[in-house]
């Protein structure tokens, strides 16, 4: 099997930020989520808060957005479109996504490409709250062995030296730059 991650990887940008993005265009109500975000984003970077908790902070918003699901539907829908070609084109049917980004989000986006086995960030789409780790690093070795107690992973492809962790369980390794895939080895 090949594992890939999201977000600037099959992705074209950052999928959770344009969402962040979505949400503030066509839910204005969650423009009322700004001050405790900007706040929270400084408490952040003066490395006061732990980034589990920003994000839980900046997801907040979800709160002012009625119906979650139809929000995350039309927004995935609508952005189809930044899933690469070079992925399109390499696609196998036991693909598996492993993402930082919040759950809800990318299985919606896998589900519309056929990508059948998805692991992200277990993010409450209505509060915003984690339930459990942010689905980085190490802990995404920790969640591909859950569901694949015995698994092989062929190929691996990231854009972030954050996934060093599972691409060293892979046969080989890529690092995604826009639409070049460079051996891994070579950074």
């Not at 139809?70 to 609508?78: F, G």
């Not at 070609?85 to 589900?111: G, H, M, T």
């Not at 690093?137 to 698994?151: A, D, H, M, S, T």
Request: charged share 30%; proline share 4%; hydrophobic share 35%.
């Amino acid at each position: 099997m090949n594992v890939y991650d999201w977000d600037d990887t099959i992705y074209r940008g950052d999928s959770t930020f344009g969402f962040v993005k979505y949400l503030y265009v066509k839910y204005p109500k969650t423009l009322l989520s700004i001050p405790r975000t900007a706040l929270c984003g400084l408490l952040y970077v003066l490395k006061v808060m732990p980034k589990l908790t920003f994000k839980q902070n900046l997801y907040h918003m979800f709160v002012f957005v009625d119906d979650m699901e139809k929000a995350v539907e039309d927004y995935t829908s609508s952005h189809l479109d930044h899933v690469k070609q070079w992925y399109r084109e390499n696609q196998k049917e036991d693909d598996v996504v492993i993402s930082a980004s919040p759950e809800f989000l990318i299985s919606s986006f896998c589900e519309k490409v056929n990508i059948r086995t998805c692991m992200a960030s277990k993010v409450n789409m209505r509060t915003g709250i984690y339930d459990g780790l942010n689905c980085h690093g190490e802990e995404k070795v920790r969640r591909f062995y859950e569901i694949f107690p015995e698994g092989k992973i062929e190929e691996f492809y990231s854009d972030s030296y954050s996934d060093t962790p599972l691409a060293r369980l892979a046969k080989k390794a890529f690092v995604v730059k826009g639409d070049r895939l460079l051996p891994w080895q070579k950074f």
